[in-house]
């Protein structure tokens, strides 16, 4: 009951105020800043960071251990899972390719997919429970970001450090380079499933 009230208040609050100007949460009576709006849908990040709850902040840490590592531990022990299924298997070119791709990622300056779990947890809307962490809505919701294709640059130069030389780039330069890295994404996952290991994990296309 609470939560429906809730919706219904929130949905006639951007009736009457303009969502930049919102900057207490109405829920949780922390004080908050507008980051950006995507749609009808206006998201917000904490005014202090160190108001984050303790169980929202678990994932912040952990997704920026991925973004600052750019390959994940899951990742790294996928590929060389996979690398030494083809060791076996006798199918010695397909490993060393796989472990040049791997030697190929970690020289990239970010990885997008963890970049918006990142975000995810930084920003949220004013429906969201933002003491924990709901990981599917948050999937949901990154799916919809990835539908505004100026959303990648904002986030990157919000929270992200030297990338001063990718922002530079122009609108083509960088489409070039984020559909590059696509590629090199579907290549890569392409030699762990045929090694005959499959992968479980969802990601998100890179926005171009």
Known sequence: MKKLIFNIYYYFLFKVKDPKKV?????YDKHIKYG???GDKHYYRLAHDYDIFEERFKYLSTYYQEVDNKMTSSTINEFCDAAMKYINDGKHIQA??????????????FEPT??????????????????DYDVDYNHSKIEYWSKKKTLLRLLLKELM???DGLLSLSKEDFN???SNLQEKKDKQQKLVLESGLESSKKSI????
Do not use: C
């Open 23 to 27: 900057t207490l949460h109405p829920r």
């Open 36 to 38: 950006f709006s995507v």
């Open 96 to 109: 060393g390719q796989l472990l040049d791709e791997m030697k190929y990622r970690s020289t990239w300056l």
């Open 114 to 131: 963890s970049l918006y779990k990142y975000a995810s947890v930084l920003y949220f809307d004013l429906q969201e429970d933002i003491i």
């Open 161 to 163: 450090e030297n990338v």
């Open 176 to 178: 070039n380079y984020l």
């Open 205 to 208: 296309e890179v926005t171009t």
